[in-house]
Every structure is written in structure tokens, then in C-alpha cells.
């Protein structure tokens, strides 16, 4: 199952991509995909509806940002040996943590908005793990538990 926001920039609803790959409208079951409402059992809720009843919306609609309002983007750097190597760095013996603008999350086709003073950019895809629930010290093992999904 595959959830969306889509809509003009600011204005999205959320969706859901079937199994036939027809985008279908969830808004009257979530208002939006955000911290407050992404959990397990919002997503409990969702598998229960019946999404050929739900209306199909016109598949060249703008897909949007993956959650609205998220409250970290926090990023792992070199975080595998051939990237570090490109740079020229040495792997680091523990992970890189930093944290991006989650003002610059934006939708698969939208512009990225490159700051006016800029001289070089670096072009990079990330992919983002939504947690869940909370966590702290999880055990490798366990660590699935806590993954709602990824954008």
C-alpha cells in the first residue's frame, strides 16, 4: 500500500495508490499525513477500507511531499563505503549524524528551489524512514517494529 498527498503545493489531500495503480482519494477517512496522524493504527484503519468504493482521482494530479509538517529530518553521512569514497573521505568508524531543512522536502516531480547566493549544489536523493512509535535503544533485531514507512 502506497499512501500520497496530492494537489497543488500547500493544498494536498491524501491518497492512496491501489493495486492497479489508480490514485484514490482517503480525505474523508484522514485529513492529512502528518506526525499527528501517521501511526499504526490510522494505518490499521486504512487496510480496512474497501478502496474500489473510494473515488479515483485523475493519475497526472501533482503528488506532493510524503508527510506534511514533519517534525525532524535527521540524515546519516557516508553511511556507505562507496559514497565516502567518491569524497575521498575515510569511512568513519561511527555514523555521521545531521539534520536537513524540512523545508526542503518537496514532491517526486516538483522544482527544487536553489538559494539565490548558491555557487554549487550537491544532487542527492535521501530516503526517509517515518518512525512510528517511540524508540530508544532498540535492539537491531526489533528495529522494524518502529518503521511506519519510508518516503
Known amino acids: ?16 495508490l491501489d493495486e492497479k495503480n489508480k490514485i484514490r482519494n482517503i480525505s474523508s477517512y484522514l485529513n492529512d499525513l502528518n506526525p499527528q496522524s501517521l501511526n499504526f493504527d490510522t494505518l490499521d484503519k486504512i487496510k480496512k477500507i474497501d478502496f474500489e468504493t473510494l473515488p479515483e482521482i485523475d493519475p497526472s494530479i501533482r503528488i506532493g511531499s510524503c508527510i506534511s509538517n514533519p517534525g525532524n529530518f535527521f540524515a546519516i553521512g557516508l553511511n556507505y563505503k562507496a559514497h565516502a569514497e567518491e569524497t575521498g573521505a575515510k569511512p568513519p568508524d561511527f555514523p555521521v549524524v545531521f539534520n ?16 539565490q547566493n548558491s555557487k554549487k549544489l550537491d544532487h542527492e536523493v535521501e530516503i526517509a524512514m ?22
Open 100 to 115: 536537513k531543512s524540512v523545508h526542503s522536502i518537496v514532491g517526486p516531480n516538483d522544482n527544487v528551489i536553489i538559494p
Open 130 to 151: 517515518v518512525i512510528g512509535k517511540k524508540a530508544k535503544r532498540v535492539l537491531e533485531k526489533d528495529a522494524q517494529d518502529y518503521i511506519f514507512g519510508y518516503c
Open 1 to 16: 500500500m502506497k499512501l500520497l498527498r496530492v494537489g497543488e503545493f500547500k493544498n494536498e489531500i491524501p491518497a492512496i
